[in-house]
Structure formats: C-alpha cells, structure tokens
C-alpha cells in the first residue's frame, strides 16, 4: 500500500504564508512526478504546481511568483511554499505523486486527503 499524508493548512490573514509538506510512505520503489492541486467549492479541482523528480518546477499561472514547490527526494516528500496569500487561493489542496511501487512495478497516481487553506482577514 502506498499512502501520502498532507499537513500545514489552516487559516492565514490575505497577505500572508503557509508551508503544506505531503509524505509519500509504503511500499515505494520510486517518485516520478508529484504536485499540487486545489479545489475551491463549486469548482473544479485545479493544478497548481508540479516538480519532476529532476527538480524541473511548473507552476500555475494564478500563482506564479508567489508559490514555490520542492521536494526532498530521500524523504518522499513534497512542500508547497505559499506566500502573499490571497482569499480566492482559498480551497482544499491536494498532493498527487506518480509512483511506482515494488513488487507490482506498476506506475501509478496516488492522492493525499487534502487540507484545507482559507485565506481570511
């Protein structure tokens, strides 16, 4: 079984900054791409960002120049940096990893439970 659990949402003041961390944990041989994604109510979800296991970054264009994404390969982790925060980033964001497990071989995507970001003053 492979599991990625998502942490650091929360409530921050528009202008502000969260760091949300996902970990990959499980029967893991390796992580090809992982990402961001959001999904705010009565819309659809959304990519946000991606990083390649090269360390190449791609970024939505809404949150282009404020959002960072990084991983850690040794720790199966990825972190999504979000600074000057604003109320429409407000949604529930979820990680997805391309994974490829043992035994299996097989390649597949995987999702995080999500966790809620809402930008409020």
């Given at each position: 079984?492979?599991?990625?659990?998502?942490?650091?949402?929360?409530?921050?003041q528009p202008g502000?900054?969260?760091?949300?961390?996902?970990a990959?944990?499980?029967?893991?041989?390796?992580?090809?791409?992982?990402?961001?994604?959001?999904?705010?109510?009565?819309?659809?979800?959304e990519?946000?960002?991606?990083?390649t296991?090269a360390?190449?970054?791609n970024?939505?264009d809404?949150?282009?120049?404020?959002?960072?994404?990084?991983?850690?390969?040794a720790?199966n982790?990825v972190y999504?940096?979000?600074n000057?925060l604003?109320?429409?980033?407000?949604a529930?964001?979820?990680?997805?990893?391309?994974?490829?497990?043992?035994?299996?071989?097989?390649?597949?995507?995987?999702?995080g439970?999500?966790?809620?970001?809402?930008?409020?003053?």
């Open positions: 079984q492979v599991q990625l659990v998502e942490s650091g949402g929360g409530l921050v502000g900054s969260l760091r949300l961390s996902c990959a944990s499980g029967s893991i041989f390796s992580i090809n791409t992982m990402g961001w994604y959001r999904q705010a109510p009565g819309k659809q979800r990519l946000v960002a991606t990083i296991r360390i190449s970054a970024y939505a809404s949150v282009n120049g404020r959002f960072t994404i990084s991983r850690d390969n720790k982790t999504l940096q979000m000057s604003k109320p429409e980033d407000t529930v964001y979820y990680c997805n990893a391309d994974i490829i497990r043992r035994v299996t071989w097989d390649l597949r995507s995987y999702w439970q999500g966790t809620q970001v809402t930008v409020s003053s």
